[in-house]
């Protein structure tokens, strides 16, 4: 690099050096801890710097690398154990990826293999949590990206389809335009996906119920995942005031859709005072207040009322759509011929249908759709004996569905 221009960015644009500074928010009284991202980015910039000073001008070298070190190291092994609290951020999810990028490539030995980790993490929940390099999860921060309906233009999705490629994996198209900054990091700094990660991305894990506790009155994320089905949980507001944002339920399949309008959905729309519990989903199903979205291009088999059975990605898709209850449920390809009369029979109370759905096979699933923020919208779960308090939830348990199920 051209000295004077290294000169420059050492001391007019990397200005952070030194001890750690002060991690609340400026002009605030001391009263508010500065935003995650924010605190990745600044000390992971000033623990950088001050490394390289110590390894090309000794003399500038500062003495408290080592502590610097120490706390940096364990404020990551702190968040790959509990999780992001701005947890999908949009757009912040990028800087924080792009800092563990470069901790990674350039830390000390404990930081770098810490930030690996954390790394690991967050692609393993997104692996999990996406079909096809699409998602809609709910998020922390940026309400005014609530009303947005693309499931795959997010900081995220622009990353992981670069280290989809070096994987040697088809990510189906190139990041969004927006997206392109952050996929340029994840190009020119060192990374690779590990290889448990690659399977979820290729759906070659099988069939799997995910959960996802971020602590006190915080959203969870839920999702079941198969082979071309993916149903994610929209999330529930546990606090009236809140920068979390919650989504409708979606029901995604292999099919390439890219925005919400041509995905099922179910599930009230985030909008304030109102307090959603999008949490209504179960091993192939779902199930919220409100009624479903079907796009148009799905092939109708059969109706009755307000029950509807339609074929797609060589899956039947039984749905029942009223203004105050909306249930979906997938019956796989390798399932009997489905009779939508014997699944009317079966549900034909309205009232026991508002508590409970009975699968063709006699599988029951019980909910409660009106059930209060900060709990799990389905009953008498046997798959998760996790409870229904979503407070008291691991940051990520997988649950393995067993065949027949």
């Keep these: 690099m051209y000295p ?15 001890p750690r500074g002060n991690l609340k928010v400026p002009y605030t009284l001391g009263m508010f ?74 830390g000390g030995r404990e930081v770098s293999r810490k930030a690996r980790g954390l790394l690991d993490v967050l692609n393993r929940t997104y692996a999990l949590s996406s079909i096809s390099f699409r998602r809609y999860p709910p998020f922390n921060r940026r309400r005014d990206h609530a009303g947005k309906g693309w499931v795959d233009k997010d900081p995220h999705t622009s990353m992981m389809k670069v280290w989809a490629l070096r994987a040697g994996l088809d990510p189906g198209c190139l990041p969004y335009r927006g997206g ?21 991305l290729t759906g070659d894990a099988g069939r799997h119920l995910v959960f996802m506790g971020h602590g006190r009155s915080r959203s969870p994320e839920i999702c079941s995942r ?3 089905y993916l149903i994610t949980a929209g999330g529930a507001r546990c606090r009236r005031i809140t920068d979390e944002v919650v989504r409708p339920i979606t029901v995604m399949f292999d099919d390439g859709a890219r925005h919400l309008d041509g995905i099922v ?20 199903f779902a199930v919220s207040k409100g009624p479903v979205h079907v796009p ?13 059975l339609y074929k797609h990605s ?21 399932s009997p011929a489905i009779d939508l ?27 409660e759709p009106k059930a209060r923020p900060g709990t799990y919208v389905i009953k008498d779960n046997d798959l998760w004996p996790g409870g229904r308090y979503t407070d008291k939830w691991p940051p990520l348990t997988i649950v393995q569905v067993p065949d027949g199920r």
């Design 4 to 18: 004077k221009t290294r000169e420059h960015l050492l001391r007019h644009l990397l200005t952070l050096s030194g």
């Design 33 to 106: 801890r500065e935003t995650e991202n924010h605190i990745l980015m600044m000390e992971g910039s000033r623990y950088l710097k001050d490394r390289w000073l110590s390894i090309h001008r000794r003399k500038e070298g500062r003495s408290d690398l080592e502590r610097q070190g120490s706390w940096l190291s364990d404020f990551l092994r702190e968040k790959a154990r509990k999780g992001l609290e701005e947890f999908n951020s949009q757009p912040y999810i990028g800087f924080t990826l792009t800092i563990l990028l470069a901790l990674s490539a350039f």
């Design 180 to 200: 392109f900054k952050h996929a340029l990091m994840a190009y020119v700094l060192p990374y690779d996906l590990p290889e448990d990660v690659k399977g979820l």
């Design 226 to 228: 198969g082979p071309g």
């Design 265 to 284: 959905h179910l599930g009230m729309r985030d909008r304030f005072p109102v307090r959603p519990n999008n949490t209504g989903v179960f091993h192939r």
């Design 296 to 308: 148009k291009g799905f092939k109708e088999i059969d109706r009755n009322g307000p029950w509807a």
């Design 314 to 334: 060589r899956m039947d898709v039984c749905v029942h759509s009223t203004e105050e209850l909306g249930i979906v449920a997938l019956l796989g390809h390798d």
């Design 341 to 367: 009369e014997d699944i009317t029979r079966r549900n034909n109370d309205p009232k026991e249908l508002s508590e409970r759905f009975i699968f063709p096979d006699g599988t029951v699933v019980r909910y």
